[in-house]
């Protein structure tokens, strides 16, 4: 029997799958949005989900940064090309990081749903809706 890794840890988040549609991300306190760190998150993502399509919660901590440059990369568009992502709900509890990321999804348009919010019981209960519609409806 092989036991399946349910987390990963990168420099800048912890990754919990708990379910095979679902993902959470929680960045750590204090981090900083960058290309390279982007990049393990993927990594991990993957290596946690394989290719079964998923929705993934992602929670900023209020004091999270980023660097310019990272603004510039589509970091989904793997998982876009592949199918792979269902769903995104973003909680950014600061005003500053919900606006970056609401331009930077407008940017980078995506074929699967996303909600931007600073109230993480709101975007819980919006991923939900949109897996069960998802399971309901095939998509």
Same mark, same amino acid.
């Given at each position: 029997?092989?036991?399946?890794?349910?987390?990963?840890?990168?420099?800048?988040?912890?990754?919990?799958?708990?379910?095979?549609?679902?993902?959470?991300?929680?960045?750590?306190?204090?981090?900083?949005?960058?290309?390279?760190?982007?990049?393990?998150?993927?990594?991990?993502?993957?290596?946690?989900?394989?290719?079964?399509?998923?929705?993934?919660?992602?929670?900023?901590?209020?004091?999270?940064?980023?660097?310019? %440059?990272?603004?510039?990369?589509?970091?989904?568009? /793997?998982?876009?090309? @592949?199918? #792979?992502?269902?769903?995104?709900?973003?909680? *950014?509890?600061?005003?500053?990081?919900?606006?970056?990321?609401?331009?930077?999804? %407008?940017?980078?348009?995506?074929?699967?749903?996303? /909600?931007?919010?600073? @109230?993480? #019981?709101?975007?819980?209960?919006?991923?939900? *809706?949109?897996?069960?519609?998802?399971?309901?409806?095939?998509?």
């Amino acid at each position: 029997m092989t036991i399946e890794p349910t987390t990963r840890q990168t420099e800048m988040a912890v990754l919990t799958r708990l379910r095979p549609d679902y993902l959470e991300v929680h960045y750590r306190k204090g981090c900083v949005f960058n290309t390279t760190g982007l990049q393990e998150v993927q990594e991990a993502r993957r290596d946690l989900m394989g290719s079964h399509p998923y929705g993934m919660l992602s929670l900023l901590p209020d004091d999270a940064d980023f660097e310019l %440059s990272a603004m510039n990369v589509d970091h989904l568009a /793997k998982d876009r090309k @592949d199918g #792979a992502m269902l769903a995104v709900a973003v909680v *950014a509890p600061a005003n500053m990081l919900e606006m970056v990321l609401k331009l930077y999804f %407008s940017y980078f348009p995506q074929n699967n749903r996303v /909600k931007v919010c600073s @109230d993480e #019981a709101e975007a819980r209960s919006w991923i939900q *809706a949109q897996l069960e519609e998802v399971a309901r409806t095939g998509s």
